[in-house]
């Protein structure tokens, strides 16, 4: 029973940390602009085909370029232009509605998702792609507890990822500028802030640890849609919710609720 125990709980990490990695996305602009980024997930869906586009692009080079090396220039690329996605949205869907009634915005992400799905499924079709192996396929057993390489990379990666968010939230002028905005957004203009570049970092730094989820999804469950986004999407958006949404550390821990829940 405890080797049983033990086997669930590492793959609860697993999926858990993927779940969390997406609801830092959601957390991070609730806690600046009060308002539900509905089109998150499938800002997650894009940075999973931009994964997969960096690396089938990388692996066709005649160079024979190592795994690991094919695995960070596809996680760099597809969180560079996920991140100019993120800002991209917020710039030219969001930022006119910040003045206007909450339902407005909330129509607007809606709208958001559903043109990032459908041009995605117009471009690429609807055939799902398969995710190249990009992680050595060993399996591992310590103590009648099985795991393989591929699991411990996605967790430690996302812990990594989860750390330095925390500490650049909390120990960096930028995430001093997000608290002030969350906690009084009227007087912060007047200490010198510049809200709008200080939002669009946060839906840029959104955007890229979503994409890096997408790209452990991806490798962990390897088939990908255009519609996978919206089932993802919603999931990531309840951890939010149960972590407290606004909180980022709380978004972590909704992450491996739902993930031992479901596990």
């Given at each position: 029973?405890?080797?049983?125990?033990?086997?669930?709980?590492?793959n609860?990490?697993?999926?858990?940390?993927?779940?969390?990695?997406?609801?830092?996305?959601?957390?991070?602009?609730?806690?600046?602009?009060?308002?539900?980024?509905?089109?998150?997930?499938?800002?997650?869906?894009?940075?999973?085909?931009?994964?997969?586009?960096?690396?089938?692009?990388?692996?066709?080079l005649?160079?024979?370029?190592?795994l690991?090396?094919?695995?960070?220039?596809?996680?760099t690329?597809?969180?560079?232009?996920?991140?100019?996605?993120?800002?991209?949205?917020?710039?030219?869907?969001?930022r006119?509605?910040?003045?206007?009634?909450?339902?407005?915005?909330?129509?607007?992400?809606?709208?958001?998702?559903?043109?990032?799905?459908?041009?995605?499924?117009?471009?690429?079709?609807?055939?799902?792609?398969?995710?190249?192996?990009?992680?050595?396929?060993?399996?591992?057993?310590v103590?009648?507890?099985?795991?393989?390489?591929?699991q411990?990379?996605?967790?430690?990666?996302?812990?990594?990822?989860?750390?330095?968010?925390?500490?650049?939230?909390?120990?960096?002028?930028?995430?001093?500028?997000?608290?002030?905005?969350?906690?009084?957004?009227?007087?912060?203009?007047?200490?010198?802030?510049?809200?709008?570049?200080v939002?669009s970092?946060?839906?840029?730094?959104?955007?890229?640890?979503?994409a890096?989820?997408g790209?452990?999804?991806?490798?962990?469950?390897?088939?990908?849609?255009?519609y996978?986004?919206?089932?993802?999407?919603?999931?990531?958006?309840?951890?939010?919710?149960?972590?407290?949404?606004?909180?980022?550390?709380?978004?972590?821990?909704?992450?491996?609720?739902?993930?031992?829940?479901?596990?």
């Amino acid at each position: 029973m405890f080797q049983l125990l033990a086997q669930n709980v590492l793959n609860a990490l697993q999926l858990g940390s993927v779940y969390a990695l997406i609801a830092l996305g959601y957390t991070m602009v609730y806690g600046i602009l009060t308002m539900i980024n509905f089109a998150h997930g499938d800002i997650f869906m894009v940075g999973t085909y931009l994964s997969l586009a960096g690396a089938v692009f990388l692996l066709g080079l005649p160079l024979k370029l190592p795994l690991v090396v094919v695995f960070l220039g596809a996680m760099t690329f597809s969180m560079l232009l996920t991140a100019l996605l993120g800002v991209s949205i917020e710039r030219l869907a969001y930022r006119p509605l910040r003045s206007a009634p909450r339902v407005s915005a909330v129509i607007t992400a809606l709208g958001v998702g559903l043109f990032l799905e459908n041009i995605t499924l117009g471009i690429l079709g609807p055939q799902p792609r398969h995710f190249p192996d990009l992680i050595p396929l060993a399996r591992w057993e310590v103590a009648g507890l099985t795991f393989t390489p591929l699991q411990v990379l996605i967790i430690v990666m996302a812990a990594g990822l989860m750390i330095l968010l925390d500490l650049l939230v909390r120990r960096t002028l930028l995430g001093m500028a997000m608290r002030a905005i969350s906690y009084n957004r009227p007087i912060v203009p007047l200490m010198g802030v510049p809200v709008d570049h200080v939002i669009s970092l946060t839906f840029a730094i959104g955007s890229a640890i979503a994409a890096a989820g997408g790209l452990l999804y991806g490798l962990a469950y390897p088939v990908i849609d255009p519609y996978m986004g919206i089932m993802v999407g919603w999931k990531a958006f309840i951890c939010a919710v149960v972590g407290g949404i606004g909180n980022i550390r709380g978004a972590m821990i909704g992450g491996f609720i739902l993930g031992i829940v479901e596990i």
